[in-house]
């Protein structure tokens, strides 16, 4: 009974991460719009799941970030967030609980029309950015 109950959770662990697409980003000043010169960098996943959740955690080091989102828009591009990260601990952001995709926000995703960027006081705009690359 054990054995049978350990596998049927391994099998459905399985399922969950199966369903959702984990994507490593890695943000630089010279991704951002207009490039920023900076040691700052960050690094994380942002899960997207087939329901459109997403989910995830971004470290930063080198830079003070007063706000954090998942942008709309490709590569060189600027554009509206569309999920604002929650602050955490030592340069941690992440996704609040509960944050989803519309349908259009998901196409654009699948497409790489998605980014993170974190905004310090010196670079209201971001001063680190990655494009999330399916």
């Known amino acids: 009974m054990?054995?049978?109950t350990c596998l049927a959770l391994g099998i459905f662990a399985v399922s969950l991460a199966a369903s959702a697409e984990d994507v490593k980003v890695t943000l630089t000043g010279a991704e951002e719009v207009p490039a920023v010169?900076?040691?700052?960098?960050?690094?994380?996943?942002?899960a997207i799941g087939k329901d459109m959740s997403?989910?995830?955690?971004?470290?930063?080091?080198?830079?003070?970030?007063?706000?954090?989102?998942?942008?709309?828009?490709?590569?060189?591009?600027?554009?509206?967030?569309?999920?604002?990260?929650?602050?955490?601990?030592?340069?941690?952001w992440s996704t609040?609980?509960?944050?989803?995709?519309?349908?259009?926000?998901?196409k654009a995703f699948k497409a790489g029309n998605l980014y993170v960027n974190v905004h310090s006081a010196a670079h209201k705009g971001g001063e680190i950015r990655g494009q999330l690359k399916p």
């Open 2 to 4: 054990f054995g049978s």
């Open 96 to 106: 609040p609980p509960g944050a989803k995709l519309t349908e259009e926000q998901y």
């Open 37 to 46: 010169t900076t040691k700052a960098m960050g690094e994380g996943t942002i």
């Open 54 to 92: 997403v989910s995830g955690t971004v470290k930063t080091t080198g830079i003070e970030g007063v706000a954090a989102h998942i942008h709309l828009a490709e590569a060189g591009k600027n554009g509206p967030p569309v999920v604002t990260l929650i602050k955490g601990e030592g340069g941690a």
